[in-house]
């Protein structure tokens, strides 16, 4: 099977083909550190470290780089504000998206650039472009000549003249002209600075992702990957820095995720539905909030809710369930059934059905249903009287490969929902009809270990939690 990922660029599902055999070179736009993150910031987290996840899963070797702007407007008035020094307020809010991001279930980038560690190669990538004519300094700020560059526009799909019908020079910019962007800053009194052969001040903003991408992963890269609010102007400034300064191609695959919304309403500071993962993992289990996030397709929008969330839960827990009730069923399970052939075809196809999902540019969604569908099917196996340790160890098996792709856990909290304990319950007054005495005392037990305590009564089994 082969993979095909959705192309921003080209607008188009392309088979995926690496630079390099076996080798993945991706970067991803991190965030800028002056706060704790926002749902918005953690589904490109979300969603391309299980890009990453599933692509090491098909077998190649990934060099994933997410970089931290740790300087910047906001970071500099947030420490105006809180009268902390730019440093500062940068580690502690890096220190605080790695607490967040790790509760969400991703793994650290192969490195994780940051701005301020890096900004000898961020000046000799804008004394090129200078050198090339590509830039020009003004007064101390050094700007890129957009209209030099001929593709302009190419990723966002717009033309220079469209551009510039929406492009303005803002109070103290002394640019050229006003689809011009700014390389370097000169410094105003009491901002954080560097040297430069401008004078001091401190990069643009979209400089600092070309030159870092250059120099961990080389002039062109396979995947270059974000917020759909990145492609326009920071992926376009991007490309047209990169191709100008090397002669070559940034990126091949452009990928980019939709916006959310909150209560069907924009994520907006205005409208004071701002929602930190912060604030939300204190509530809620935060691989809910990842199983939220991948139960809808990454290029579209998503919509978050208290009540979306409370769904995702409840259909996580099913799953989770599913999982649970084979590793206990395992321990009363034998190798003597004659039926493993048909049940290990069914585990198979599951498998299969799976890949050709997340081939098909990375469909979690989709994925995920495979994952409902196969939980059906573990359901219906344990309804059987006899049990295959071979068939039960190859579903867990599944489980746990699906669940390490989509970055999930098994932690349940000790948690049933209502109905599934009903359900239990339900199988398990069968099994006594049937004298099935140890099927019965298995899902006994299961529940005791879940905090739920039985009591059979002449009125039939109650429970309750303990």
């Known amino acids: ?60 070797d990934v060099n994933y780089v997410s970089n931290f702007t740790d300087v910047d407007d906001k970071l500099i008035r947030a420490a105006s504000q809180l009268g902390e020094d730019v440093p500062t307020i940068a580690d502690r809010f890096i220190q605080a998206y790695f607490e967040d991001t790790h509760a969400l279930g991703c793994k650290h980038a192969t490195v994780h650039p940051r701005v301020t560690e890096n900004m000898d190669i961020i000046i000799d990538f804008i004394k090129g472009l200078v050198d090339k004519d590509y830039a020009y300094e003004s007064n101390g700020d050094v700007y890129f000549r957009t209209r030099k560059f001929d593709d302009y526009g190419k990723l966002s799909h717009q033309s220079v003249e469209e551009l510039r019908v929406g492009a303005r020079i803002e109070i103290g910019e002394k640019k050229q002209d006003p689809l011009d962007f700014a390389l370097w800053k000169a410094a105003k009194p009491n901002e954080i600075y560097w040297e430069s052969p401008w004078g001091i001040g401190r990069p643009g903003w979209h400089i600092e992702c070309s030159a870092m991408a250059r120099k961990y992963l080389g002039d062109t890269i396979d995947i270059h990957a974000g917020g759909q609010d990145l492609a326009f102007p920071h992926h376009e400034n991007e490309i047209a820095q990169s191709e100008s300064f090397t002669g070559k191609t940034f990126a091949k695959y452009w990928m980019h995720n939709g916006y959310i919304n ?36 990454y290029r579209h929008p998503i919509n978050y809710s208290d009540e979306l969330l409370s769904n995702a839960k409840s259909a996580l827990e099913r799953i989770q369930t ?31 059905d799976f890949i050709r999902e997340m081939d098909d540019d990375f469909n979690t969604a989709n994925a995920i249903s495979v994952l409902f569908d196969l939980s059906r099917t573990a359901n219906y196996y344990l309804m059987e009287k006899n049990t295959s340790m071979e ?10 490969e699906f669940f390490q792709v989509l970055g999930l856990t098994f932690d349940t909290k000790g948690e049933l929902l209502d109905e599934e304990i009903e359900q239990l319950i339900a199988k398990r007054i069968e099994a006594r009809k049937n004298r099935d005495f140890q099927t019965a005392d298995l899902i006994r037990d299961q529940l005791k270990d879940l905090n739920i305590i039985l009591e059979d009564t002449p009125q039939g089994t109650r429970w309750k939690r303990g």
């Open 262 to 297: 909150i209560n069907n309403e924009k994520m907006s500071k205005s409208l004071g539905n701002f929602v930190l993962v912060h604030e939300i993992i204190k509530e809620h289990n935060p691989t809910v909030l990842r199983f939220f996030m991948l139960s809808v397709h």
């Open 322 to 352: 599913a999982y649970q009730n084979l590793n206990h069923r395992k321990e009363a399970s034998t190798n003597l059934t004659n039926d493993n052939e048909k049940w290990l075809a069914e585990i198979q196809k599951h498998k299969a």
């Open 1 to 60: 099977m082969t993979i095909k990922i959705y192309n921003t660029l080209t607008q188009e599902k392309e088979v995926f083909e690496t630079l390099e055999k076996g080798k993945v070179k991706m970067y991803v736009c991190g965030p800028t550190v002056y706060n704790y993150i926002h749902i918005g910031n953690a589904r490109p987290a979300i969603v391309f470290d299980t890009v990453r996840r599933y692509l090491e899963y098909r077998g190649y």
């Open 391 to 400: 068939v039960i160890n190859q579903f867990i098996q599944l489980f746990e």
